[in-house]
């Protein structure tokens, strides 16, 4: 019994002291990894950040498990792309029913919100198509200067929920954009000799990276992801990267590559694989490190050509 | 993309090693699949293709590429299992039926697959790989392998002809000798599914292992017959398969499988019209015009119930006779309704073509000219927006006013097509004249 005893006191001495820090820690849980790095950029020391899709993982095919509901309960905040991309997660709040959760509640965070928008295509918050692009195309943290938007709703919200941490929050982030800003600035001048290069993606993953960086994107090698193209879009798709000169097929790790790499073979351009998010890619831990990873790679391989 | 020209030599290079592949597959399954209709296992391919997409797991989940020669170990490690597992599994077919034990093989391979993968970052693409496969991607280098592969599998089929041929028609006996040609036809035919899943995925591959033995079984009895039959029709699917695919702008893989059950399909009723002596095929013939005539007539009395019943439900024959004649709601609706509707078919289209010209606008500047600021491109997004809603809106006004006059059709279209497919019926269920007829069939009946 005493053995016992000093067993759960030993235990409970042990995770005390291993977890208090974790406990006071404002609890950030992002749908994407993208959006945990851009929490913990503002956040620092003072929040606990987590992802419910882990690095690597495509978003848009994401099956949420039971443990997620587990740490959903115990988020003090939760991020999301909104659009229509990570959907699911509504499902997720509806079981757990917590209405601080909701749209529009203290602990939502819609990080879509204010972003200058592409491809909009209506109000529509369910996915059209069964596509997870639902109200205009939601791969906007690739443009870095969306990180301004995207910053301030998760400083604003760490101050809504943890008044006392609002100060900090606003600092880091302060202290980040500048430092992102100074990055933004070379990353364009490393592509501004590629500026208007043609090039074919393999989903459209990348309007906003194209218009910060100045890409045109000729045409998409799946339109309807999960669709395989017929060989009448192939060979349009070959015909016209030939007529355009198009120097780059920009491809994803999620996706197979088969075809892209014939198109890019026929087309005489080279195959890329970019990072679509943060951990997609080895090099790609934060989102400075994925912006980079992206810019430095298609850097090179237009370079090549 | 429409104002590109296409090179012959482009649509030959991309089509050229899918139909030299679809040739070389249809080459070994369609024998396989005699083998798998005789032993009545259909769904053997799909559970041993699921273990060898484990075993590819497994491999990438422990550091091997599915392309080395670890992953091959692997992969071919676990289609031994399963060979193993099936062969054993024989003695079963007397009891319970083989295809409850294959069911059970594929949920729980495929279960274990899907907990190996969630431990893989990147892993769920490489099973979809493995699973969808790619026929329009195939390589010339791959083929070569395949031709490889499938001659040595054909060689070991020629050469134990006897005993395997024995065992798939039930009459091979049993014991250990039995247990070994079960296993080795299963290793066989897991090792050419394994390899042709990889490459054309789960759908195409049950469609090149069965649909062309099930035409060949129709037409033949002997073996060979049926191979040459199976081989002729599937050849003759493939090519009309890839054209479709390409002329229409289908996925391959879903073109192919959709051409190969037309194939089917027109085999079986070749099949009805053609077999037997003189007075079968006429009374086949009359049987199969009654069943089309009243097959059509089922349909649209069931159609014009419905109209009546629900007339602002969907009422999928209007809308196709509508689309096919082009004339619409119009009949229905008053002058003034007419205009309406008019004013919303162009007003939507105008609206649509706003919102392409402002997002065209908005892809040109990411890369041409002066860039837009934020402020520019939220204002083209909230105008694209309204345009959208505009459009909505007047889809809605064109729904509604179709609702209308389906509301005014109902009593004016419901009733005489209830009357017209009831006066067919009544004529078809007069016995036919059995004496002196022949030619086509009398206009009253159909």
């Given at each position: 019994m005493r053995r016992a005893a000093a067993l759960a006191l030993g235990l409970w001495l042990t995770l005390a002291a291993g977890g208090a820090p974790a406990a006071d820690r404002l609890r950030i849980l992002a749908t994407t990894p993208d959006l945990r790095s851009l929490a913990e950029a503002v956040g620092g020391d003072d929040v606990a950040c987590d992802s419910l899709v882990p690095p690597g993982v495509d978003a848009e095919a994401f099956e949420p498990r039971p443990t997620d509901l587990v740490r959903l309960r115990a988020a003090d905040l939760v991020v999301r792309v909104g659009l229509g991309y990570d959907a699911w997660l509504d499902r997720l709040i509806r079981q757990i029913g917590?209405?601080?959760?909701?749209?529009?509640?203290?602990?939502?965070?819609?990080?879509?919100?204010?972003i200058p928008l592409l491809e909009v295509v209506g109000q529509g918050v369910e996915p059209e198509q069964g596509h997870a692009h639902g109200v205009a195309n939601p791969h906007y943290w690739l443009d870095p200067a969306n990180a301004d938007t995207i910053t301030a709703l998760i400083a604003d919200a760490i101050g809504r929920v943890a008044p006392s941490l609002a100060g900090r929050a606003a600092a880091n982030r302060m202290r980040f954009l500048e430092a992102l800003a100074a990055r933004i600035a070379a990353w364009q001048e490393r592509l501004a000799p590629d500026a208007g290069a043609p090039v074919i993606a393999?989903?459209?993953?990348?309007p906003y990276f194209a218009r910060r960086f100045r890409l045109h994107v000729v045409g998409l090698i799946e339109p309807k992801p999960g669709i395989a193209p017929s060989p009448a879009h192939v060979a349009q798709l070959i015909a016209q990267a030939r007529a355009t000169k198009v120097r780059a097929v920009l491809h994803e790790p999620?996706?197979?590559i088969d075809t892209a790499r014939l198109i890019a073979e026929r087309a005489g351009a080279r195959l890329v694989v970019l990072a679509?998010?943060?951990?997609?890619?080895?090099?790609?831990?934060?989102y400075v490190a994925l912006i980079d990873h992206d810019v430095e790679t298609l850097a090179g391989a237009l370079a090549a050509k | 993309m429409s104002g590109v020209a296409l090179s012959w030599s482009d649509v030959a290079a991309l089509l050229g090693a899918p139909f030299a592949a679809c040739v070389v597959f249809l080459g070994i399954h369609a024998y396989l699949g005699i083998h798998v209709l005789r032993r009545q296992i259909i769904f053997a391919d799909l559970a041993l293709a699921q273990l060898s997409a484990l075993g590819a797991t497994v491999a990438f989940a422990l550091g091997?590429?599915?392309?080395s020669a670890a992953g091959f170990g692997y992969t071919f490690s676990f289609t031994t299992l399963g060979a193993l597992l099936l062969a054993l599994s024989r003695p079963l077919a007397r009891r319970i039926g083989q295809e409850a034990f294959i069911g059970i093989l594929y949920v729980v391979a495929t279960a274990v697959t899907i907990m190996v993968v969630d431990r893989l970052p990147q892993g769920a693409e490489h099973v979809k790989a493995m699973l969808v496969g790619s026929i329009l991607t195939v390589a010339p280098a791959d083929l070569r392998k395949f031709v490889m592969l499938y001659g040595a599998i054909g060689l070991f089929h020629v050469l134990a002809r006897r005993p395997l041929l024995a065992l798939s028609d039930g009459a091979g006996g049993a014991g250990v000798r039995a247990l070994v040609w079960d296993f080795l036809f299963y290793v066989s035919f897991g090792l050419a599914v394994t390899s042709s899943v990889a490459a054309a995925g789960v759908l195409l591959v049950f469609c090149f292992l069965i649909i062309p033995a099930v035409i060949g079984t129709l037409f033949a009895r002997t073996i060979g017959g049926q191979l040459a039959i199976g081989w002729g029709v599937g050849t003759l699917a493939s090519a009309l398969g890839l054209a479709a695919s390409f002329a229409l702008d289908l996925p391959t893989g879903a073109a192919l499988v959709v051409v190969f059950a037309g194939a089917l399909a027109l085999a079986g009723l070749v099949r009805y019209l053609t077999g037997g002596d003189a007075a079968v095929r006429r009374r086949h013939r009359a049987r199969l015009a009654r069943a089309l005539a009243g097959g059509t007539l089922a349909v649209l009395f069931a159609s014009a119930l419905w109209l009546i019943a629900q007339p602002d439900a969907d009422q999928p024959l209007l809308d196709a006779l509508e689309a096919a004649t082009g004339i619409g709601p119009q009949p229905f609706l008053s002058a003034g309704e007419r205009a309406t509707f008019a004013d919303a078919v162009r007003d939507a289209a105008r609206y649509r073509g706003e919102a392409e010209r402002l997002d065209r606008l908005e892809q040109a500047s990411r890369y041409q000219g002066e860039p837009l600021d934020p402020d520019d491109v939220r204002k083209l997004a909230s105008y694209m927006q309204s345009f959208n809603e505009m459009r909505r809106g007047e889809l809605f006004v064109q729904a509604a006013l179709r609702a209308r006059a389906r509301e005014r059709a109902r009593w004016w279209v419901g009733v005489p097509a209830v009357a017209l497919s009831l006066a067919g019926g009544a004529l078809l269920l007069r016995p036919l004249p059995r004496i002196g007829w022949r030619g086509p069939i009398p206009k009253r009946i159909l």
């Open positions: 917590e209405p601080r959760f909701y749209r529009g509640g203290a602990a939502d965070v819609d990080a879509s919100v204010g393999y989903h459209a993953s990348w999620f996706e197979p679509p998010s943060v951990g997609s890619l080895p090099g790609t831990g934060d | 091997h590429l599915p392309t």
